[in-house]
């Protein structure tokens, strides 16, 4: 099996580490992309509250939310099963968002995000991402799955902080 690309060392949370390497675990070999029906989203149980999956159409680009976790949900409250991203993401950040996510679906490639969240917003806090595809069971990349961990303080729950100024975003192609 492929080991896992540099992008997922540099990851602090705990949580989004286990979720970078269930991911890869889940991989069939030789498969660049795991695929839908390989990864168990309720793998990691204390995760669920902070994941969302997204339904990915490579015709029209677009991505349809199928499922978000309450942390989720609570900070976007738009996030419905069903709804277009466009419908859930505020229009300031939309085209930031449309662009990552394409990436990591048409590249196919890892995502991982973190430092100061919603700075776009006017909000506050921190927050570490992490966005992988999924593949169909054609090897075609369908989906999309992330995980988010936040705080409206300056640190995430496992005690690490970000300067004021921090965002990051990095892309590890597959």
């Not at 466009?86 to 950040?93: D, G, K, L, R, S």
């Not at 100061?116 to 909000?123: D, I, K, M, P, S």
């Not at 369908?142 to 303080?153: H, K, L, N, V, W």
Request: aromatic residues 8%; neutral net charge; glycine residues 10%.
């Amino acid at each position: 099996m492929p080991s896992a690309p540099a992008a997922p060392q540099k990851i602090r949370s705990p949580a989004l580490h286990a979720f970078v390497g269930h991911w890869f675990a889940s991989r069939r070999a030789g498969e660049r992309v795991t695929r839908r029906g390989d990864f168990d989203i309720f793998h990691l149980p204390a995760l669920v509250p902070h994941l969302f999956l997204y339904d990915y159409d490579p015709a029209t680009r677009g991505f349809t939310l199928r499922v978000a976790g309450e942390e989720i949900r609570r900070l976007l409250p738009n996030s419905l099963p069903g709804t277009p991203l466009e419908q859930i993401m505020p229009a300031a950040v939309l085209p930031v968002v449309l662009e990552r996510y394409r990436r990591v679906c048409e590249e196919p490639a890892i995502l991982h995000g973190a430092g100061r969240v919603f700075v776009n917003l006017g909000g506050s806090g921190v927050g570490e991402r992490v966005v992988l595809p999924l593949a169909g069971e054609d090897g075609q990349v369908r989906q999309m799955i992330g995980a988010t961990i936040y705080s409206f303080g300056d640190r995430l729950p496992d005690g690490s902080s970000f300067a004021r100024e921090e965002v990051t975003t990095t892309f590890t192609p597959l």
